[in-house]
């Protein structure tokens, strides 16, 4: 079946530096990723999403590039702040599970910011 | 914005008592679902609608049972609660094109 990994369960940065997430898929269908945050005590939000292939899509300053050749979705930031601090999901559909709107989710990576 | 409304927020039940969690959404949306979430483990789908009065199961279906009484209304029936249970239940919406779910703030579940 499908499957996402994310391989850090908590990563901690000093504000100003750069991040990457790692997300990697597996499905023997056309993939749609998505990334999503969830703040602490709030509900996850979409934060980026992408079925293109070696097309970076952007928001918010996170940016990503869905990889089909190497079956990545990593989320990049070059300045991270405070306020990023929050638990960050991967997440994937196919063609065949869109049709009933199942996504598939990576178990999580906290980020943790500090001053 | 969408909106999803869960209640409660929070409960506390005992072992093989009975538990409700209620989802409401106003958005119109088509879809509905239940996720779990636990440490370690991310969001899993535990049943979803696409229709009033239809359910199906998700990925871990096993000890809940799911309603959906109309549009707008998507509950999650813990029949017989037990320790494993005890999580945080997140209910979402989306549209039929799916291009985006729309979560509630989370019931946090301790069964004890």
């Known amino acids: 079946g499908d499957s996402v990994t994310q391989t850090e369960g908590l990563v901690t940065l000093t504000k100003g530096l750069p991040v990457m997430l790692n997300c990697t898929y597996q499905t023997t269908y056309s993939p749609f990723l998505f990334w999503y945050v969830q703040h602490l005590n709030e509900a996850p939000k979409l934060l980026l999403k992408s079925s293109t292939d070696n097309k970076r899509t952007e928001h918010q300053g996170f940016y990503a590039t869905l990889h089909k050749s190497s079956s990545s979705f990593h989320l990049q930031k070059s300045s991270v702040q405070l306020s990023d601090s929050a638990l960050y999901f991967c997440?994937?559909?196919?063609?065949?599970?869109?049709?009933?709107?199942?996504?598939?989710f990576g178990r999580g990576t906290r980020l943790q910011v500090y001053a | 914005e969408a909106a999803v409304t869960q209640s409660p927020r929070s409960k506390v039940a005992v072992t093989g008592g009975k538990v409700t969690l209620s989802c409401h959404q106003t958005?119109?949306?088509?879809?509905m679902y239940w996720y779990r979430q636990d440490t370690g483990h991310g969001l899993r789908l535990i049943h979803y609608s696409y229709v009033a009065d239809s359910t199906e199961k998700g990925d871990i279906p096993d000890g809940y049972k799911a309603s959906r009484p109309s549009q707008e209304n998507f509950s999650l029936i813990l029949e017989l609660a037990s320790l494993s249970q005890t999580a945080v239940y997140f209910c979402?919406?989306?549209?039929?094109?799916?291009?985006?779910?729309?979560f509630g703030h989370g019931t946090k579940l301790s069964v004890l």
């Open positions: 958005n119109n949306h088509d879809y």
């Open positions: 997440a994937l559909s196919t063609l065949w599970t869109q049709v009933v709107g199942q996504l598939t």
């Open positions: 979402a919406s989306s549209d039929q094109q799916n291009e985006r779910l729309f």
